[in-house]
């Protein structure tokens, strides 16, 4: 870490020491999870589990995290990343269905995906509805059109015989024994990481986040921006759709919003990872990260799965409180 | 340590700071300072920013803890002081920039967190909340604001008084006012300097903590001077005037204010003709040459701020044009305003002028970044470069290119403000209260800056209603009165009064225009 070399005016150890845990806060609590799950359950340090945690838990959390993150960093929230998943998924499945060439429906997908997030900018930027209810609206609008589609919410199966073998690798393909859709979400995090930090685009959008009238002083169109952040946190969001049917080989009407929370709670336990407080890729992926580790290790424990989020919310304060001491810290 | 220490040694302090020392991350703020505050006095403060008057605030304000030295409050000595404690001493600050909650009504902030109760029941008692507010509303300011009024509602005026008004309602010992006119007309500047004398009167302790030497002089019984976080001298406001005042703030002549420098202006580089909006200003036709200073000054409401933000596409003109280099344009948007080159430095620095929490580096190049850019990503090495020369051209005070704007002075934000437009390499400067809340010595170093830009060949208007300021730094200064230009002064021909005069419209200064 970065800021782990940036203390050279410490002279008392101790201070350091402390400077130390403050500061990599985020990566301290992955380490004394993995640490607790590994002592209290024998299955949990295995290659299986572990591989099971970035498949199962972390993959598609991660990427939607990451379209949230997006939405984040311009300083709104997109409440409706899970409409795009939707949007996208339905519109893959039915493609498929229809016998449409894989890479075709792919494009529809991800299309649709953009067109939720371009709704939202239009409400936004064109209308300037706050991002917070103008995603609320849109997704209490996707979960209605669902239902209207799918003549009340019944999903669209995919029967076994006709699931293309594209359709197949998306979802449950490896390249050198590596998970597709692991790769995929590799290559969302490393884009993703560029765009915020060394693009000109993320550099407005975080300045848009922290102080939008500066930058709209300084001109540069603030709403443009605003509008580019939202189109693509659907088209992200509609990536993990794409995966998520090519994985389970269905369209469940509304079963994006389940990974709402998550990916919010993923994307500001991630602001604590910058010293600023700032939304950043590496931050949300290590958010992403503890998140799924406590999924999979409270379930191995056999704990009762009603106790589940009492462990997440325990921990979201956790990493909040050391932050806010480290905070205090950098702007005292 | 105090040069001309003339407040007796009485029993009578209400306050003694004595020999503070605050060190912040290994930076001394305070090295060694002392102030005593007579009972019943009105009790200056001034230096520069980062004289170390905040820090001392803080102490005292039990913000901050001294790491030497010692606090005396009523001739009784205190190692430490919390937020609570002082309040309980009856200590209490106004602050400018302290944020009222704009959502709550006037009676919530007023009595928050100490509601009278109907006796015996748990309901507040609003009649009785009404009645004290109203009492001292108008006892002291003669004015009516009913307690289920908005903050949001409120004035600047009106939100300072209500904080005040929440003072007294605690009976206070001590009130500090920290910039307390930074934000007021000087009709309500009186009002409160009236009220500050009247409380000084009933017994009240009074520190004054102001950049604006005048009101020092007017308002004040004695004066602390702080420099490089020591008290250089305490006098008596009698026996010392603001230009000496001001010397021992900077350590340099004043007469050195003013750089004056005669730039032979260049062609026109921004014409308006005729340009008018409803309702604001109308029929405003004025030509701003390369390598001049152009003064704008006007009361509220008198459609000079309208006329700049018009400039710089915030708003619209109604009829009229604006030609930029003999070419017609017309801005709908600041976008279009800065790629024709034009510049703001707007008066809310901290609003609109700057991002606080962005760094020094990210500021300066916000507007310019697209010079940093190749294919979509930023050339961070190239962008280090022209933060570091911006930083050393304008003598940027701050702890590294990397640190936050907040953190610096109120002089060295400004100039960040203005690094944005050098490194936009913008023609056309527009300036609305450059100096407001700037320091003496960093304003002298803005006032230069102005001029190197003149003598760059840029057109710089400055919109100010510090009059010397105006007639120190322009070549000629137009006044708006109600929409139109009134008089156009050259600015070395003219003093203060004759443009205060024409500002307030006065028909005395108005016979002469022609």
Redesign the interface.
């Known amino acids: 870490m970065a800021s782990l070399t940036s203390s050279t ?1 410490t002279p008392d150890l101790s201070r350091a020491v402390i400077g130390v845990i403050v500061n990599n806060a985020l990566v301290l609590a992955l380490v004394a999870v993995l640490a607790v799950f590994s002592v209290a359950t024998p299955t949990f340090l295995t290659l299986a589990n572990l591989q099971s945690i970035l498949v199962n838990n972390f993959t598609l959390l991660a990427i939607v995290a990451i379209a949230m993150t997006f939405a984040v960093s311009v300083g709104g929230i997109d409440l409706s990343v899970g409409t795009a998943i939707d949007f996208a998924s339905f519109a893959f499945v039915s493609l498929v269905l229809a016998g449409q060439p894989v890479a075709f429906a792919a494009l529809a997908g991800l299309g649709a995906g953009a067109a939720v997030g371009a709704f939202n900018a239009v409400l936004i930027s064109g209308i300037g509805i706050s991002p917070f209810l103008a995603t609320l609206g849109t997704l209490f609008i996707g979960r209605s059109i669902q239902q209207l589609l799918t003549s009340g919410g019944n999903p669209v199966y995919l029967p076994p015989s006709g699931v293309p073998e594209a359709f197949r690798f998306l979802g449950r393909g490896t390249i050198a024994g590596i998970p597709v859709p692991l790769i995929i979400a590799a290559l969302i995090i490393v884009g993703a990481t ?1 765009i915020l930090t ?4 993320g ?2 959008a975080l ?1 848009i986040g ?2 939008p ?9 603030v709403r443009a921006h605003v509008a580019v952040a939202f189109i693509l946190a659907g088209l992200i969001a509609a990536v993990a759709g794409l995966i998520l049917s090519a994985t389970v080989t269905v369209y469940i009407p509304s079963s994006g919003n389940a990974f709402l929370l998550n990916a919010i709670g993923a994307t500001f336990i991630g602001t604590t990872h910058s010293r ?1 407080g700032r939304p950043n890729v590496p931050g949300t992926v290590l958010g992403v990260l503890l998140l799924s580790i406590v999924a999979n290790g409270l379930l191995l424990t056999g704990l009762n799965f009603y106790w589940q989020q009492v462990g997440t919310g325990l921990l979201i304060f956790a990493v909040l409180a050391l932050s806010f001491i480290n905070r205090r810290k950098a ?2 | 340590m105090s040069a001309a220490l003339t407040v007796k040694n009485t029993a009578a302090d209400a306050l003694h700071l004595e020999n503070i020392v605050k060190h912040f991350d290994g930076a001394v703020a305070l090295a060694g300072a002392s102030l005593r505050v007579r009972r019943g006095t009105v009790h200056g403060l001034v230096g520069q920013n980062g004289a170390g008057k905040s820090t001392l605030i803080k102490l005292l304000a039990g913000l901050h803890q001294p790491d030497e030295g010692r606090i005396e409050i009523d001739g009784q000595t205190y190692g430490k002081l919390t937020p609570h404690q002082v309040e309980e001493l009856g200590i209490h600050f106004i602050h400018q920039d302290r944020l009222l909650v704009p959502t709550f009504t006037v009676g919530e902030t007023l009595f928050l967190g100490r509601e009278p109760r109907i006796a015996g029941t748990p309901f507040l008692d609003r009649r009785l909340m009404q009645r004290r507010a109203s009492e001292i509303l108008n006892d002291y300011f003669g004015v009516r604001l009913p307690n289920s009024a908005l903050i949001s509602e409120l004035s600047t005026a009106e939100k300072q008084i209500v904080q005040i008004t929440r003072a007294l309602l605690d009976q206070p010992k001590v009130l500090v006012f920290d910039e307390p006119t930074a934000a007021l007309v000087r009709r309500e500047a009186d009002i409160l300097f009236r009220l500050i004398r009247r409380l000084r009167d009933e017994g009240v302790t009074i520190v004054y903590i102001s950049h604006y030497l005048n009101e020092i002089e007017e308002l004040c019984d004695h004066v602390t001077v702080l420099r490089n976080g020591e008290d250089v001298a305490t006098l008596a406001l009698g026996e010392t005037s603001a230009a000496a005042i001001a010397r021992l703030m900077v350590a340099r002549d004043i007469e050195e204010m003013f750089p004056k420098r005669s730039i032979a202006p260049g062609k026109d580089i921004l014409t308006l003709n005729r340009l008018s909006s409803r309702g604001k200003y109308h029929d405003i036709s004025v030509t701003l040459r390369r390598g001049e200073v152009l003064g704008l000054t006007g009361l509220l409401g008198s459609g000079a701020k309208d006329l700049i933000r018009t400039l710089f596409g915030l708003e619209t003109a109604t009829s009229g044009t604006i030609e930029i280099d003999g070419k017609p344009v017309r801005s709908v948007n600041p976008a279009q305003s800065v790629d024709r080159h034009l510049a703001l430095v707007p008066e809310d620095r901290r609003a609109n002028g700057v991002a606080l929490d962005l760094s020094v580096t990210e500021n300066i190049t916000l507007s310019s970044l697209k010079r940093f850019t190749q294919l979509g990503f930023l050339d961070f090495r190239r962008e280090r470069r022209e933060a570091d020369d911006l930083i050393g051209r304008l003598e940027i005070k701050a702890a590294g290119r990397d640190a936050l704007v907040r953190t610096l002075s109120g002089g060295n934000q400004q100039k960040v403000a203005i690094a944005k437009w050098l490194s936009r390499h913008s023609e056309i400067y527009l300036l609305d209260e450059p100096t407001v809340g700037v320091d003496i010595g960093s304003k002298v170093e803005i006032y230069n800056l102005i001029g190197d830009l003149a003598a760059r060949g840029a057109g710089i208007i400055v919109l100010s209603s510090d009059l010397p300021e105006l007639i120190g730094i322009t070549d000629r200064i137009l006044v708006l009165f109600r929409g139109s230009i009134v008089r156009e002064f050259v600015s070395p021909e003219t003093s203060p009064d004759e443009v205060l005069a024409a500002s307030t419209g006065s028909s005395e200064a108005l016979r002469h225009v022609g």
């Open positions: 005016e560029l060394r693009a000109r685009f550099r407005v300045a922290i102080q009238s500066v930058v709209r002083y300084s001109g540069i169109a600023l702007t005292a």
